[in-house]
């Protein structure tokens, strides 16, 4: 049986554009790159976890930090307490480790990198040649040449491929690398923020990803610089059976200011996979990070087979005075999200922000937000939360605020809408409000409603397809997040809401 | 699980025992099935413990402990001047014990009202469909262990039929006559459809006390029930209204509560018929000067038909270290098209001691909605504190009269304009007490 039969068809659509929406397979980049791979056994215990330190080449202090968390990994148990229907993981039934046989030795240059991996990031539309620029961006011609730089570290499986325009960010004295280089290279700064904003033992994911991650990336901005172009790094799951645990550090010292975007993308595949990250943030006196992730992991298909489990702890702590924090995420992909990219605001006045696109689609599910955590005097932030859910998908917005006693005169300012196309689909909000002081001021709004029939009729009347016409309402409901992410990402953005929604209708 | 983990759940069955050991179970009649029923069940889920996700604001264990602290009687009188000037069939519970000889006749048109302990002994009544069934049917999808509690070992209460329109409402009346009574007590009202009633319900209850009241509402009833306890300083108070509304019926319920060291309400609704409004609100005071107090209104609202109006309006007033806590739930059932939900919870924090904790939720299984919640916490607006103080307002008395403003939408719910007018006075009196 078709996967739509059994859905409730608005009036004047036809049942037969309905399933061909429906099995035209939306998903752009759910093909694979054919390459010869190396995996570490199946599986996890500490011969993984000292095998995984070997191969990054890592001094001892790493593989005793990886052990004393793997240790602790195996004391913990599953967090049960999302709105999430997650099937039984076998931890031993995966590969922690796979790199391109060609990664063995590593390449000196992007020269040397294996074209078929090149080719894999170019068919992606990531510009791993310093002269290019992102692919599909509208009038990026006309722009001028700096302007329009991003420094791309590109992140294949369980490591690093390349990573563009580390000469010229150096000179600013910007390090931007692999985060297993940076253990080699740089390891007091390693040593100093690794663990210090999500420990070790924060929650089972972040344990397990202590315990294993293989790379990541790594950027350090030093004191007043102003990063002169945008960084991002781009996640690629290509094998199969394998987890992805990659894990980011940045740290904007003082006075700095950093934008990093994040991309990723994996094939279709029958069986679900594990993606475990975990992705630290240091904000020093005055500085200020903006971190945009359009998150389109493979989501399964029309009857939730296969897709990517997407269990991630973000969090960054503004550690000092007037240190600022935005955090901008587009999630369409993952057959489930768990994720909660948190601020704490330890520093006086410092800020957080938090804008967030949820879509489910299909048998998608999702249980993110955040988690504010008002430590400093006039400390304030913002929330921003907009989630669709549609097919038989679940969504749900998860928060905290939470104002202790001494963060007086703080702020919050909190919205989540919520719409639901069909009537299979759940939305829901569950946020959790503290406030210890009478001097803060915390406001908290919530709507749930469904794409309005007067809108949606005054499209149609205009001659637009109703799809279209969906699309442009969710893209409206959806403006606040979508102005707030960086122009490359804004478009992917828009045009990702419209993608994800196809063959909801009904 | 390791060993601390048994050992601690042998310490709460332990516990439990310990609290169930401690009580006297009523004599059978026709309630001996459904008290059977909840003791079993409440074996099956225990106490509640500190790491529950539903007690995650308020600590439980003052209610788990086998017997209360004892308080000493109050010396003034116990009596609430609150509705005592209109017409009224009033029913005194002391200690949680009906007392006949302090109470109006039992008899009023358009309703049978029957005492539980009186009736409990025949062995066919028409509360015996009801009693405890309301209570079993809100355990899921979250346990209420104190609901199943008392169901299984309330010793009195009241049994209300209404089958017309009675001219007056009935009052039920606490007191206290004992330092450190434990005060168990399971009311139940059914409206016959077309069936009208306003309950009052005031006094002073013991040094701990349970309370669970049972509504059914027939298509097209209409309840208000207005809630006034006086906890007094230092008592632990648990409360549960379980209510099934059905076809156009209508439940409006209020709360007015002021002091208590740990009061805990919990109010479950549920929409059966098309059409339905249930409206829950409470106002509540907390001054910490007397002792910790500690307030937590927990509410679930189930939209289980069509074309239905919620609506939850919670504030909170705190100051000297008093603690507010609000979870309420907007559940959405598939189907439930057209349901109209919303939800509001503010608090007004005097003093930088005082704490709002909330969880305002949603759960919604259909798109043709309109949800809402909204939730604010701050301190007394400055601005408008100065306009009334330029206009020769005393500061102590603007504040009251700020404070009386920013809960007049809590009392807007109770639709009786002189009850209403009452509860203010009530309200302000309480506030110029307290300035």
Known sequence: MSPTTDLDVREGVDRETVETVANMGSYKYGWDTEIEMEYAPKGINEDIVRLISQRNEEPEWMLDWRLKAFRRWQQMSLPKWAMLDIPEIDFQDQYYYARPKSMAEKPKSLDEVDPKLLATYEKLGIPLKEQMILAGVEGAEETPA???????????????????????????????????????????????????????????????????????SFVYIPPGVRSPMELSTYFRINAENTGQFERTLIIADKGSYVSYLEGCTAPKRDTAQLHAAVVEIVIL??????????????????????????????R?????????????????????????????????????????????????????????????????????????????????????????????????????????????????????????????????????????????????????????????????????????????FAMEAQSLVAISLEGSVG | MSEAAVKTRAAEADALTQRLDALTLPEAGFTAAARADALARLRAMGLPHPRDEYWRFTDPRPFNAPLPQPIPLEETSPDSPL??????????????????????????????????????????HWAGALYGKLEAAGQTPVPRPFAALNTAVAADGVLIRVTGKPAKPVHI???????????????????????????????????????????????????????????????????????????????????????????????????????????????????GRTGPFHHDDTVFVTHGAERCESRQVFKKVLKNGAVGVFQGKILVKPGAQKTDGYQISQALLLDDDSQFLGKPELEIYADDVQCSHGSTTGAIDETALFY????????????????????????????????????????????????
């Open chain 1, 146 to 216: 700096d302007a329009r730089k991003v420094a791309v570290d590109a992140v294949f499986d369980s490591v690093s491929v390349g990573t563009t325009f580390k000469a010229e960010l150096a000179k600013a004295g910007i390090i931007f690398c692999p985060i297993s280089e940076a253990i080699r290279e740089h390891p007091e700064l390693v040593q100093k923020y690794l663990g210090s904003v999500v420990p070790q033992g924060d929650n089972f994911y972040s344990a397990l990803n202590s315990a294993v991650f293989s790379d990541g």
């Open chain 1, 285 to 314: 006196e005055d500085a200020e990070v903006k971190y945009s992730t359009v998150q389109n992991w493979f989501p399964g298909d029309e009857d939730g087979k296969g897709g990517i489990y997407n269990f991630v702890t973000k």
């Open chain 1, 316 to 488: 960054a702590d503004c550690r000092e005075d007037r240190a600022k924090v935005m955090w901008t995420q587009v999630e369409t992909g993952s057959a489930i999200t768990w994720k909660y990219p948190s601020c704490i605001l330890r520093g006086d006045e410092s800020q957080g922000e938090f804008y967030s696109i949820a879509i489910a689609n299909n048998r998608q599910q999702a249980d993110t937000g955040t988690k504010m955590l008002h430590l400093g005097k006039n400390t304030r932030s913002r929330i921003v939360s907009k989630g669709i859910s549609a097919g038989r998908a679940q969504n749900t917005y998860r928060g905290r605020v939470a104002i202790h006693p001494k963060a007086t005169h703080s702020r919050n300012y909190t919205q989540c809408d919520s719409l639901l196309i069909g009537d299979k689909c759940g939305a829901h909000t569950v946020p959790y409000i503290e406030v210890k002081n009478a001097s803060s001021r915390v406001e908290h709004e919530a709507t749930t409603s469904k794409v309005d029939d007067d809108q949606l009729f005054y499209c149609r009347q205009r001659g637009i397809g109703e799809e279209e016409a969906i699309a442009l309402i969710v893209n409206g409901f959806a403006k606040e997040v979508l102005q707030a992410l960086p122009m490359e």
């Open chain 2, 83 to 124: 509705f005592t000037d209109r017409d009224r069939l009033v029913l005194v519970f002391v200690d949680g014990r009906f007392d006949a000889a302090a109470s109006s006749d039992l008899a009023l048109d358009g309703a049978e009202i029957d005492i539980l302990s009186q009736a409990e002994t025949r062995a066919d």
């Open chain 2, 173 to 287: 009346i606490h007191r206290r006559a004992s330092a450190e009574a434990d005060v168990s007590w399971h009311h139940l009202i059914r409206l016959e459809p077309g069936a009208e009633l306003t309950l009052l319900e005031t006094g002073m209850v013991g040094a701990r006390s349970n309370g669970v009241t049972e509504v059914d509402l027939a298509p097209g009833a209409r309840l208000n029930r207005i809630a006034a306890k006086r906890a007094g300083h230092q008592k632990l108070g648990f409360s549960g209204i379980f209510a099934r509304v059905d076809a156009e019926a209508a439940f409006k319920n209020f709360e007015l509560s002021v002091n208590g060291t740990l009061m805990r309400h919990e109010a479950v609704v549920e929409f059966v018929g098309d059409d339905a409004v249930a409206h829950v609100a409470a106002a509540v005071l907390g001054d």
């Open chain 2, 388 to 435: 009334l103080r330029s206009r020769g307002v005393p500061k102590s008395r603007a504040i009251v009269l700020m404070i009386l403003s920013f809960l007049a939408d809590a009392l807007a719910e109770v639709e009786d304009e002189s009850l209403r007018e009452d509860i203010a006075e009530r309200l302000d009196a309480w506030l110029t007490r307290h300035a």
